[in-house]
């Protein structure tokens, strides 16, 4: 298991959290927001100029605060998912935009108030490009 500077969680297979205080735990949510590191990314990767999202020339250049990938100035990231069911010390989760063995500095309730308030605007080019992100895997 990995322990992180700030915490004591980690990604493990199957979209699970494990927890390693008791008091981490959470109930009576149904979506998490974690913050975890990007540990697999080279740090010699680190560009802060602008680039195409995913290099498609179809998409505009954009800054590193213009898109959400692993290629951070911090090299956090932040994914919301949702909580199925606690067993003791491991949260089973959903759509959770982590690797196996990611190192999580941070579980948050998700709660609805903290959302952004208003109408939520985007680039064309983000919805073409996650519009099929959380869709359930081709066999």
């Given at each position: 298991m990995c322990?992180?500077?700030?915490?004591?969680f980690v990604v493990g297979s199957g979209d699970l959290l494990r927890v390693v205080h008791p008091l981490a735990t959470v109930q009576g949510v149904s979506h998490l927001e974690v913050v975890f590191r990007f540990h697999l990314?080279?740090?010699n990767d680190?560009?802060?100029?602008?680039r195409r999202p995913r290099d498609n020339p179809d998409w505009p250049e954009v800054g590193i605060f213009g898109h959400r990938n692993m290629r951070r100035l911090n090299w956090l990231g932040v994914s919301r998912c949702r909580l199925i069911r606690v067993e003791g010390l491991d949260l089973r989760v959903e759509d959770l935009d982590a690797v196996d063995g990611t190192p999580v500095l941070d579980i948050k309730p998700w709660f609805a108030e903290m959302g952004p308030?208003?109408?939520?605007?985007?680039?064309s080019w983000v919805t073409d490009m996650l519009g099929d992100h959380y869709a359930p895997a081709k066999d």
């Open positions: 322990h992180g500077e700030l915490g004591g990314t080279d740090r680190l560009d802060l100029g602008t308030l208003g109408d939520v605007r985007q680039a």
